[in-house]
């Protein structure tokens, strides 16, 4: 790998790390005006200064963030990447991996023994709710990224 390619991965590295304290610290302090961004839209409210998310002064309605691709014959980094972009505000890679039918109080080892592929599966996020389907069809191109991505990790859970 190039040096180029060491820098940029080190990089969307800490930007994630900071993502991860960022929401850590807006819950350790009871602060909900965050809660509601995903990896890609935090960066409307807040940018990246000294390796810390800091809020803006201004909204800024095209964000700059990014999220780097994932090899398609990677699941379980496809897993992770959806992930990322459909859950708002998590603490950290075990936050992702919650599905709807966990307890708030789930154990970290339940968390920690499952994978970012069997999360994305349950939670399928790239789902929208029904009634927006006729109204925004083919308006989002995440949305048919977020399907063929979910569509190869059944794909690969069939072969096994």
Do not use: W
């Not at 839209?41 to 909204?59: A, I, S, Y």
């Not at 990322?84 to 991996?97: E, I, R, S, V």
Request: aromatic share 6%; net charge positive.
């Amino acid at each position: 790998m190039s040096a180029a390619g060491i820098s940029v991965a080190a990089l969307i590295r800490n930007t994630l790390r900071a993502y991860y304290l960022f929401n850590q610290g807006m819950a350790d302090a009871g602060d909900t005006s965050a809660a509601h961004h995903t990896f890609l839209t935090v960066f409307k409210d807040c940018r990246l200064k000294n390796g810390v998310l800091v809020r803006r002064h201004r909204r800024q309605e095209r964000p700059t963030g990014r999220l780097a691709r994932v090899s398609e014959h990677n699941c379980e980094a496809q897993a992770y990447r959806i992930l990322l972009l459909h859950t708002p505000a998590p603490t950290g890679p075990n936050d992702l991996k919650r599905i709807p039918s966990d307890p708030p109080d789930v154990a970290v080892e339940v968390l920690e023994a499952r994978s970012f592929v069997e999360a994305a599966r349950e939670r399928e996020p790239y789902r929208k709710p029904r009634h927006l389907d006729s109204h925004t069809a083919g308006r989002f191109p995440g949305d048919q990224a977020g399907a063929a991505a979910m569509s190869l990790l059944r794909r690969t859970d069939l072969q096994r």
